[in-house]
């Protein structure tokens, strides 16, 4: 639930740009938590994230960061970890040990293995040392290996939400991995079953659709 304007000085601030999965993990585990939010919008594509300013509260130049008073975090896998921590209601993580390694797994397949290799600062640099043509195909060609893996480990741990029937970790860093390979870069739904259920799945849920991309305010449509 992100609100505009100035906000009150112990509210929490996050960092965001509409179109990064990133930000997109943190504002769902905001909204599942029920957190109100000054919302601060990075322009990623005009280069506010080289901006002095921003570097001092993030060294790296990446969305997101979380303001929590003197708390500023980075790196949305830190930023939920510590929301989890500090509210525990809608807990994040499932309390059996298994299903909570496998959330962590989940999620680590797609802020390790697939995201960093299909990023905006790496495919604009395939772009200029290896050609324009290839940023898609090498995009795509991580995708499906990251997915790959994530039908093989779900199919037995799946429910109505990846790791049964209640939402958590795994959840939150899928939907915007699913968002960006099935809208942006044009991989097909019928290529991946369990995914592509979560994906449609996941549009029912309130936090995740009011943490969609086109719903927020630097959206460019
Ligand atoms: N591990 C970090 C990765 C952050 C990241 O890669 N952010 C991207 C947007 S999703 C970014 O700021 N990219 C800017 C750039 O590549 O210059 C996290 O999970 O927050």
């Given at each position: 639930m992100a609100s505009e304007g100035e906000g009150d000085k112990n509210k929490l601030k996050l960092y965001s740009y509409w179109?990064?999965?990133?930000?997109?993990r943190v504002r769902i585990a905001l909204n599942l938590k029920g957190l109100t939010y000054d919302y601060e919008a990075v322009n990623l594509l005009k280069g506010e994230n080289s901006r002095p300013e921003f570097l001092e509260l993030n060294p790296?130049?990446?969305v997101p960061v979380l303001v929590d008073g003197h708390v500023v975090l980075a790196d949305s896998f830190a930023i939920i970890?510590?929301?989890?921590?500090?509210?525990?209601?809608?807990p994040l993580l499932p309390p059996d040990i298994h299903k909570r390694a496998i959330n962590f797994l989940a999620a680590t397949i797609v802020s390790s293995m697939i995201q960093p290799l299909q990023n905006l600062g790496l495919l604009n640099y395939i772009g200029e040392k290896v050609g324009p043509d290839e940023k898609l195909p090498w995009a795509q060609s991580?995708?499906?290996r990251g997915f790959t893996a994530l039908e093989k480990l779900l199919i037995d741990h799946t429910g109505r939400y990846a790791t049964g029937d209640e939402v958590f970790l795994a959840d939150i860093f899928l939907a915007p991995q699913?968002?960006?390979a099935f809208k942006r870069f044009n991989i097909h739904t019928n290529e991946f079953p369990i995914l592509s259920r979560l994906f449609e799945t996941y549009n029912e849920i309130p936090a995740f659709r009011e943490a969609l991309p086109e719903n927020q305010r630097d959206a460019v449509h």
């Open positions: 179109r990064s999965s990133c930000s997109f790296l130049g990446f970890m510590y929301l989890d921590d500090k509210y525990p209601r809608q991580v995708i499906r699913l968002y960006s």
